[in-house]
């Protein structure tokens, strides 16, 4: 098997050879760990970029035909109602000005709740800094870590793990100072 240049060649021939399908995929007992590498590559890319592709679909139906009608468009995908609302919602909101091709959907995701110039300036430092997912996401939200444990007694540890939780409202993590007291207390060792 030889792979074409672009991706919409490769699609295209390996549809003509039966080697792919909607719903199968059959590889042929001569294909290179290369060839197999280019194919995660672009079936992965595939299935970001139809994100943005149902999310700006959905858009444009509800733009032009109204509310009723991308609800039926919604209900022909097969996905859940809430899925489809979550990619049109980031669509609506990160116009595709200022998308960043080198990122993925959900990075777009984190920062669309803000202002469309924010918007640009983190993902122009995501593509930067070659931030993950989670480093955007602790630029736009914050860090949330509890501060360190200050008590070697189980109980006083347990107390101020739940307090500071309580106190960030979720999203929390564990020092690793609280962490290694917790399994000390525990009488855990590595």
């Not at 609280?178 to 525990?186: E, F, I």
């Amino acid at each position: 098997m030889t792979v074409p240049a672009t991706g919409a060649d490769l699609w295209l021939s390996l549809e003509q050879s039966g080697v792919i399908s909607r719903r199968a995929l059959r590889l042929p007992d001569t294909i290179s760990e290369s060839e197999m590498t280019a194919l995660g590559v672009m079936f992965s890319d595939v299935d970001d970029t139809s994100r943005f592709l149902l999310g700006d679909l959905l858009v444009a139906a509800t733009s032009r035909y109204g509310d009723d009608f991308a609800v039926s468009v919604m209900e022909a995908t097969g996905l859940s109602f809430q899925s489809c609302a979550n990619l049109a919602s980031v669509c609506r909101r990160v116009k595709p000005n200022v998308r960043r091709q080198e990122l993925r959907f959900h990075t777009h995701a984190v920062v669309a709740p803000l202002e469309p110039s924010e918007q640009k300036r983190l993902l122009g430092l995501a593509v930067e800094n070659q931030w993950t997912r989670q480093r955007l996401r602790d630029e736009v939200y914050g860090e949330k870590v509890l501060p360190p444990a200050v008590s070697n007694d189980l109980p006083d540890i347990v107390r101020d793990t739940l307090s500071g939780a309580k106190e960030m409202m979720g999203g929390w993590l564990i020092s690793r100072d609280s962490y290694q007291r917790l399994k000390a207390a525990l009488g855990e060792t590595e």
